[in-house]
C-alpha cells in the first residue's frame, strides 16, 4: 500500500459526458501527479501540482483539467469524452516539486475509465 | 527532452532462473534512473532508483540495477526468480528539467 487513495476504481460512462477522479496524497506529499496508461500509448503524463499550484503539463488535452485543493487533494476532470480516453488514470505523490524528475513518486492503485 | 527504451516487450523465464530487464535511456544531463513494476491491476510500485554513487543499486524484493553511463543502460538483475514476480517492469528516466519518461514496459512471464 503506497499511502496513495484514488476514487472510484473503476467508471463507466458514455461519450460526451464528464467525470472527475479523485486522489488523495501519501501523508506529507505536496506534489501530485496525473498519468494516462492505454495499451496504444502507455504511461503518459498529464500534469503536476504541487501545494496548490500547477506546476508542470505534459501530454493533456484542453478537455482534460485537474487541481489541488488546500486539503491537498487532487481532482482530474475530463469532459467531452471520447472512446480514446478510455484508460487506466493513474495518480502519483511525492513529497517536493522542485526537479521532480529527479523525486520518487508512490502511485495510487489506479481509476478505469470505459468509454462506451 | 529525455527517452527510454525497454526494447523486450515480453519475456519469460522458469522459476529461479536468474533475470536481466533491458532499459536503454537518452538524456543529455545527469539522468535520475527509476525501475517500477506493476502488478495486475495495481498501480506502479518503486523498485530501485539511482541518483548519483554506486553504480550498482539494491532495490526491494532482490531486486538490482546497474548503470553504465558509457552504454546509456540501466538494466534490471534477480539472480533467481520467483512466480511472484510475475508482473509489467517500467524503467523510467528524470533529470532536472522538470520531466521523466517511462519505457513501453516489459511483461515478465514466471514459468513453472
Known amino acids: 500500500d503506497s499511502g496513495v487513495t484514488q476514487t472510484p476504481k473503476h467508471l463507466i460512462t458514455a461519450t460526451g459526458q464528464r467525470v472527475t477522479l479523485r486522489c488523495s496524497p501519501r501523508?506529507?506529499?505536496?506534489?501530485v501527479y496525473w498519468y494516462q496508461q492505454s495499451l496504444d500509448q502507455g504511461l503518459q503524463f498529464l500534469i503536476q501540482?504541487?501545494?496548490?499550484?500547477?506546476?508542470a503539463k505534459g501530454n493533456i488535452l484542453e478537455r482534460f483539467s485537474a487541481q489541488q485543493f488546500p486539503d491537498l487533494h487532487s481532482e482530474l476532470n475530463l469532459s467531452s469524452l471520447e472512446l480514446g480516453d478510455s484508460a487506466l488514470y493513474f495518480c502519483?505523490?511525492?513529497?517536493?516539486?522542485?526537479?521532480?524528475?529527479?523525486?520518487?513518486?508512490?502511485f495510487g492503485p489506479g481509476t478505469r475509465l470505459t468509454v462506451l | 527532452a529525455q527517452s527510454v527504451t525497454q526494447p523486450d516487450i515480453h519475456i519469460t523465464v522458469s522459476e529461479g532462473a536468474s533475470l536481466e530487464l533491458r532499459c536503454n535511456y537518452s538524456?543529455?544531463?545527469?539522468?535520475?534512473l527509476f525501475w517500477y513494476v506493476q502488478s495486475p491491476g495495481q498501480g506502479l510500485q518503486l523498485l530501485l532508483k539511482?541518483?548519483?554513487?554506486?553504480?550498482l543499486v539494491q532495490g526491494i524484493k532482490g531486486f538490482e540495477a546497474e548503470f553504465k553511463r558509457s552504454q546509456s543502460s540501466f538494466n534490471l538483475r534477480k539472480p533467481s526468480v520467483h512466480w511472484s514476480d510475475a508482473a509489467e517492469y517500467f524503467c523510467?528516466?528524470?533529470?532536472?528539467?522538470?520531466?521523466?519518461?517511462f519505457g513501453a514496459g516489459t511483461r515478465l512471464t514466471v514459468k513453472p
Open positions: 539511482y541518483f548519483s554513487g554506486d553504480t
Open positions: 538524456y543529455g544531463a545527469t539522468p535520475y
Open positions: 501540482y504541487y501545494n496548490g499550484e500547477e506546476r
Open positions: 501523508s506529507g506529499d505536496l506534489s
Open positions: 523510467a528516466v528524470g533529470g532536472n528539467n522538470n520531466d521523466m519518461r
Open positions: 502519483a505523490s511525492s513529497v517536493q516539486a522542485a526537479s521532480w524528475g529527479t523525486d520518487t513518486q508512490y
